[in-house]
């Protein structure tokens, strides 16, 4: 059970920060590392923004070029800078003590109610002074908080195409896009522990007696993405217009992995895990030409009538798997907040293209060092995705307000399924005393599938009438 208050935004100006969040009745709050509590700010004497300070001089300047050098020929460049529009409040996870305090009331074990009634009620909520203006962390409660010096992150991109107009109204565009997000601010936990130090070598419990994640928002990532983007169009006409999208891209991150400790910072780098190397889509859609005005089956009479109005549409995409990693249990790390990934043996891991398992199980092993594993983040890639939808429409003119339209929709039409990425944790596999597989415990094992947004993966079918006046 949680409780939070009310959350707003005042103008700039009366915080002295550019944006300046705040609650319905004071600022938000924020760590003090000093003395180790909650300030409050707004109350107990504390300023609105606690000495938060966000730069206003945001310069975000955008440019475009566009030269034709033949009539056919179009030749267009851009560049743009902007600032990430990030809150510190909504978007980034700073609801947390005192704003959201939890009570939590159990049972005997996991599979037991909770050890109380509705009439009895429940364990009451802590009665939590703030008139002062600090306040301490509870036992095993960890904080999100903000620096003084809140950097907000920007994006930069940039893009160089080429247009050429074809013969039958077709279009040919091919561009290179670049994107470089800098200092983008994620939570970074500063309360982990060291390899093979346990508890004792988390910082906040040596101090406080605080072993949870301390976080603080820091602008920490770079991602980095290039790509080369190409379109083939046919403007509508006849009844006919096409589009055919392609793009070959590679995007890579600074922290595609979770290991807080500065010192190896280096290995988080790797492919960003919404990384797709390939994507297709085709998208159609025609007029048949049949019936009243059309080149066939225009003479009138019923077959006339029967022929007229009718519109098929497809739509086909085909793009390449999200990346993984294969993680391991992190209990040799002995470091707490700090996560493990496996061992790679084999040079190559192979791709066996079933569910169960997916790859192979024995390129990876359980890392048994106060060491991190050597495998990289985000190196194995999941299934690609196909897919197919198709729709026939025929509008039928009924008087001079009104319309009827006749829908059929067909989703997913080759019933291709769309795989989610296995389960990767290597600290699942079993081996026996020859090396071979002894169980996998689901390690390698696709076991869900990916919907893309939609309420049913597998083949449906939709049908449907539109009255329109």
């Known amino acids: 059970m949680a409780g939070e208050p009310e959350a707003n935004c005042l103008p700039g100006s009366a915080l002295g920060i550019l944006p300046g969040p705040t609650r319905a009745d004071r600022g938000i709050e924020l760590f003090n590392f000093a003395i180790d509590k909650i300030e409050l700010c707004g109350v107990g004497g504390n300023p609105w923004n606690c000495g938060i ?15 034709r050098p033949k009539e056919t020929i179009v030749v267009r460049a851009g560049f743009s800078l902007n600032y990430e529009q990030d809150s ?5 996870g700073t609801y947390a003590f005192p704003e959201e305090v939890t009570v939590s009331t159990p049972g005997a074990n996991n599979y037991s109610p909770a050890s109380t009634t509705l009439a009895t009620g429940f364990n009451p909520f802590p009665v939590l002074n703030l008139a002062s203006g600090t306040i301490s962390l509870p036992t095993g409660t960890g904080a999100y908080t903000v620096p003084q010096n809140y950097i907000r992150g920007y994006i930069m991109s940039w893009n160089f195409t080429l247009q050429k107009s074809l013969p039958h109204n077709f279009t040919l565009q091919a561009g290179y ?3 470089r997000a800098i200092h983008q601010v994620q939570a970074q936990n500063i309360n982990y522990g060291q390899l093979g130090g346990g508890i004792p070598s988390q910082p906040f419990d040596q101090s406080i007696g605080v072993t949870s994640s301390m976080n603080v928002l820091l602008p920490m990532n770079h991602t ?18 096409i ?96 996560s493990q990934r496996a061992n790679q043996v084999l040079p190559n891991v192979q791709i066996l293209g079933g569910t169960d398992p997916y790859f192979n199980p024995l390129a990876f092993a ?40 006749f829908r059929a929709e067909g989703f997913n039409m080759t019933n291709t399924p769309h795989f989610a990425n296995p389960a990767s944790n290597v600290s699942s596999l079993q081996l026996n005393a020859a090396g071979q597989v002894a169980n996998l415990n689901g390690f390698g094992v696709i076991t869900t599938v990916n919907t893309g947004g939609r309420d049913f993966d597998e083949r449906y079918f939709r049908l449907g009438l539109r009255l329109s006046f």
């Not at 080369?228 to 009844?239: K, Y």
Request: charged share 10%; aromatic share 14%.
């Open 177 to 179: 896009v670049g994107t």
């Open 88 to 92: 510190m409040i909504t978007n980034t």
């Open 224 to 241: 980095f993405y290039d790509a080369l983007q190409t379109t083939l169009s046919r403007r509508f006409s006849s009844g006919l217009t």
């Open 53 to 67: 300070h966000v730069s206003p001089k945001l310069f975000a300047p955008r440019i475009g070029v566009a030269y």
């Open 243 to 338: 589009s055919a999208n392609y793009s070959f891209s590679k995007s890579l991150s600074r922290f595609a992995g979770t290991i807080p400790i500065p010192q190896y910072f280096r290995l988080n780098y790797g492919l960003n895990s919404i990384d797709v190397p390939n994507h297709f889509v085709f998208a159609t859609s025609y007029q048949l030409p049949f019936g009243k005005g059309k080149p066939f089956l225009s003479g009138g009479g019923i077959i006339t009538a029967i022929a007229s109005g009718w519109q098929i549409s497809s739509l086909i995409s085909a793009f390449s798997g999200a990346p993984f990693s294969i993680s391991a249990s992190s209990t040799s790390l002995n470091a707490p907040g700090v």
């Open 366 to 405: 359980q890392p048994t060092c106060i060491c991190f594993g050597t495998s990289g983040y985000n190196i194995l890639r999941g299934p690609g995705v196909f897919d197919w939808d198709q729709s026939l429409f025929r509008r039928i003119h009924l008087c001079e307000r009104f319309n009827l339209e």
